[in-house]
């Protein structure tokens, strides 16, 4: 009866910490999902393969196990990397240029591409009978 008891509890343990660790891996790729491989070109820390980005990980899981937040993580390393280490740039001051300049460009085209058409459409005087 006891030894059922032990495996049971056993099995609830091994359970609770496989959960706890998918937590902690899940927390672990969102944080390093918002941070930029210092080796790779554009590749967040968490899809990339290097060396750098893997010890990069475990100082998140470090980190998290030692209570911080996800802001006080990305702020680390923003105060070691600047903020370039960000794969979205902050919305703040001139960097709202580099969020509005795409929209901006879609927007001119598209007022471009109509005037076009709206002088391509126009019946031409003298062709008219």
Same mark, same amino acid.
């Given at each position: 009866?006891?030894?059922?008891? %032990?495996?049971?509890?056993?099995?609830?343990?091994?359970?609770? @910490?496989?959960?706890?660790? !998918?937590?902690?891996? %899940?927390?672990?790729?969102?944080?390093?999902?918002? %941070?930029?491989?210092?080796?790779?070109?554009?590749?967040?820390?968490?899809?990339?393969?290097?060396? @750098?980005?893997? !010890?990069?990980?475990?100082?998140?899981?470090?980190? @998290?196990?030692?209570?911080?937040?996800?802001?006080?993580?990305?702020?680390?390393?923003?105060?070691?990397?600047?903020? &370039?280490?960000?794969?979205?740039?902050?919305? !703040?001051?001139? @960097?709202?240029?580099? &969020?509005?300049?795409?929209?901006?460009? %879609?927007?001119?085209?598209?007022?471009?591409?109509?005037?076009?058409?709206?002088?391509?459409?126009?019946?031409?005087?003298?062709?008219?009978?």
């Amino acid at each position: 009866m006891i030894r059922q008891h %032990l495996l049971v509890a056993a099995w609830v343990l091994a359970v609770t @910490l496989t959960t706890s660790a !998918q937590e902690v891996d %899940l927390r672990v790729r969102v944080i390093a999902s918002k %941070l930029r491989c210092p080796v790779c070109q554009n590749e967040s820390v968490a899809d990339s393969q290097s060396e @750098l980005s893997a !010890q990069m990980r475990t100082l998140i899981r470090d980190k @998290l196990a030692a209570g911080e937040t996800e802001d006080q993580i990305v702020r680390y390393f923003v105060s070691r990397y600047g903020e &370039w280490i960000l794969l979205e740039p902050p919305r !703040q001051g001139v @960097l709202w240029f580099v &969020w509005l300049a795409p929209a901006a460009a %879609l927007l001119g085209g598209a007022v471009l591409v109509i005037a076009y058409l709206r002088r391509s459409i126009r019946p031409h005087p003298h062709l008219t009978p």
